[in-house]
């Protein structure tokens, strides 16, 4: 559910009824981070958390009092996510960090807003909100937010040690609220530490990367990620950021994240599965657009066969995939897109109800020729009617049954 700054969401429902419940006394529960960050610059605000100085065993009690849905997600580091009329809220006790590990944090609870800002990712995370809709600054930061810096919170690099997600999140903040030049200190420090991305799990960065795939500032992005040595950890590869960019120019509202993950890097299909954990929709996606052909002088014949045996979104993702690669797939990319107006999926007319009336045994003999008679069929631009398609596997059987005698 997604709410605008227009709206005022913080002091209408869901949001009300939340903080009247966890405001118990004044002052005990806060909103912060991103959906703070978001209303001060009037972006569309999705995800809503909540910084509360009750401890998380009172925070669920005074949410199942009211009569709110509430599950203990993250107990070991104080969060709980309520869910109300449909909205999901993660909330979390003000806390501060005792032991960090670069994955694991041992925490220990805190009544301080400071301290708890202290902790955090990036200046631009830091600001809170009362249920009001007064912005709280409790690390003088909010000009960070306003001027497009994305700074880290204390000294970059032991931020980078405590998690190492925090370099593939700086270049992700970077891409959608880095207004003016990326911060000099953090790209040195991100690019210092690049080594230590290779020790996340594919999911952390599958999910950081697919983010920064999808923003408007794609190649700036990557190529600020390239020049830290980023890729050159994850993937021993390089960015291919005239093929990225040849994509993005024939894209419309299109953002594929796996359309630019495929041109943004020329690796081996199974290697960005296995370095991504893709899941396996995604991953043979990948090899459906690195292992099939299209050439260069494909007509409209071929272009329809296209669209009946992989579908028109397929077909049409593949052709961009090449265009992207091959400029002279471009004008075939472009007729495939008229070809499409006018695309009805034709019905081949003919069964294996209709090869048994042949005479032939039900069996793999069924499945080969009612395959060779469709390849016919298609390669005849699906015109042949139910009698030219029955007449033709009459023809193959027989022919088929002279091999095997000749044999």
Not at 75 to 95: M, N, Y
Request: charged share 25%.
């Amino acid at each position: 559910m997604v709410r605008k700054d227009s709206n005022k969401w913080w002091i209408e429902e869901p949001a009300k009824t939340l903080m009247n419940v966890l405001n118990n006394p004044p002052d005990s529960a806060r909103f912060v981070g991103g959906c703070v960050r978001n209303t001060i610059l009037k972006l569309p605000t999705s995800d809503i958390d909540v910084a509360t100085k009750h401890r998380p065993e009172k925070a669920i009690r005074l949410l199942e009092d009211a009569g709110i849905k509430v599950k203990a997600t993250g107990l070991s580091h104080g969060t709980v996510t309520a869910f109300v009329r449909g909205v999901r809220f993660e909330i979390t006790t003000l806390r501060k960090d005792i032991k960090t590990d670069g994955r694991h944090a041992v925490v220990q609870y805190t009544d301080c807003w400071q301290e708890d800002a202290k902790r955090r990712d990036f200046t631009i995370n830091t600001l809170l909100m009362d249920q009001f809709g007064k912005i709280i600054d409790p690390l003088n930061c909010k000009q960070d937010i306003l001027d497009g810096r994305v700074i880290f919170v204390g000294c970059p690099s032991q931020r980078i040690h405590e998690d190492a997600l925090r370099i593939l999140r700086f270049y992700r903040f970077n891409a959608y609220f880095g207004f003016s030049s990326a911060d000099p200190k953090s790209l040195e420090a991100c690019k210092k530490n690049a080594h230590l991305v290779s020790s996340l799990s594919g999911e952390r960065i599958r999910e950081e990367l697919f983010k920064i795939l999808t923003s408007e500032n794609v190649c700036d992005t990557l190529e600020l990620m390239q020049d830290g040595s980023i890729f050159e950890k994850l993937f021993s590869a390089n960015v291919r950021l005239t093929e990225l960019k040849a994509l993005l120019s024939l894209e419309k509202d299109s953002m594929d994240p796996v359309l630019r993950l495929a041109i943004a890097f020329g690796i081996a299909p199974e290697t960005l599965s296995y370095k991504l954990k893709l899941p396996n929709k995604v991953a043979d996606q990948l090899t459906f657009l690195n292992g099939t052909e299209v050439s260069t002088k494909a007509d409209s014949k071929s272009i329809k066969s296209f669209f009946y045996n992989y579908g028109v979104k397929q077909t049409l993702d593949l052709l961009i995939f090449k265009s992207a690669l091959d400029e002279d797939i471009i004008n075939i990319y472009k007729y495939a897109l008229e070809i499409r107006e006018d695309w009805n999926h034709p019905i081949f007319p003919i069964a294996g109800s209709d090869i048994v009336s042949l005479g032939v045994t039900p069996g793999i003999a069924i499945g080969k020729t009612l395959a060779a008679t469709e390849n016919w069929w298609i390669a005849n631009n699906f015109e042949p009617d139910h009698s030219s398609c029955m007449n033709w596997a009459r023809s193959f059987i027989n022919n088929e049954k002279e091999k095997s005698g000749n044999g």
